[in-house]
């Protein structure tokens, strides 16, 4: 059966997968699912912007999936590139610039005619406590423990660490945070070549993963321990619909809000 949804909805033609994409709609896309702005609503405006964020709330999605990098002087920002890129053609590495730097000038935008700044941590926060907003946190590069303390600190006195689940790549980054705040949800980001994702089992880590390694049989051993699932990143009806065939808790979109 997991073959079968599998090889239908993504290994099929367009026209055939859409058509059991749809029939799949009609009899198991009744589970409530929180659709996530990936970026915010970032295939209409430059990921990771205010403006993308404030999207994602106008577009109708329950959180919006962020980010999150230091600078040179230790303030949280968020881009998911090393680099920012700047409308003048120039580039940033977020690391090795502060934030006087890397706000002095607009970020390159191709999607819109806003002119769009990098933004804070601390900004993405205000925009999803004021839209009651899930916060799917992505730590970017390995973080020491005083500043996944910091942030997530950060994160509690600013909006609701309830509201807040952190993902990484990283798996030691996932246990640090535990460690220092174990109500934190906590998800592994997981996708092709990332070996082994049953120790989130073990450990009671949710999983956040690209819909295209997603299986039925990986979303029953979650949901069997009580653990959440989340799909990233479904742009198309046929992805859209083969996630939430899956049954998953969360479905991440740059196009989809609900």
């Given at each position: 059966m997991e073959k079968v949804i599998k090889n239908t909805l993504i290994g099929l033609?367009?026209?055939?997968?859409?058509?059991?994409?749809?029939?799949?709609?009609?009899?198991?896309?009744?589970?409530?699912?929180?659709?996530?702005?990936?970026?915010?609503?970032?295939?209409?405006?430059p990921g990771n912007t205010e403006a993308a964020f404030r999207g994602a709330v106008n577009n109708g999605s329950g959180g919006i999936e962020t980010d999150v990098r230091i600078t040179k002087d230790g303030v949280f920002v968020?881009?998911?590139?090393?680099?920012?890129?700047?409308?003048?053609?120039?580039?940033?590495?977020?690391?090795?610039?502060?934030?006087?730097e890397l706000s002095a000038k607009p970020l390159y935008n191709s999607k819109s005619d806003?002119?769009?700044?990098?933004?804070?941590?601390?900004?993405?926060l205000e925009i999803c406590r004021d839209a009651n907003m899930v916060c799917f946190i992505e730590l970017k590069g390995d973080f020491t423990d005083e500043q996944i303390n910091e942030l997530f600190t950060m994160a509690d006195e600013i909006y609701d660490l309830s509201m807040c689940s952190l993902q990484s790549f990283e798996f030691e980054n996932l246990v640090k945070a535990h460690n220092a705040f174990p109500k934190l949800q906590i998800m592994l980001t997981y996708g092709k070549n990332c070996g082994d994702y049953?120790?989130?089992l073990d450990y009671g880590f949710d999983i956040d993963a690209d819909y295209k390694v997603a299986t039925p049989k990986m979303v029953?051993?979650?949901?069997?321990?009580?653990?959440?699932?989340?799909?990233?990143?479904?742009?198309?009806?046929?992805?859209?619909?083969?996630?939430r065939a899956l049954g998953v808790d969360y479905i991440e979109s740059d196009v989809y809000g609900k």
């Open positions: 033609g367009l026209a055939a997968g859409a058509a059991v994409g749809f029939h799949l709609i009609n009899k198991e896309l009744h589970k409530d699912v929180c659709m996530i702005g990936h970026r915010g609503f970032s295939s209409k405006h968020v881009n998911h590139n090393d680099e920012a890129k700047f409308e003048d053609g120039t580039e940033l590495i977020v690391a090795e610039s502060t934030y006087k806003e002119i769009v700044y990098i933004c804070t941590f601390e900004r993405y049953h120790k989130c029953k051993e979650f949901h069997d321990k009580g653990l959440k699932v989340g799909l990233w990143t479904a742009n198309d009806l046929i992805a859209l619909n083969y996630c």
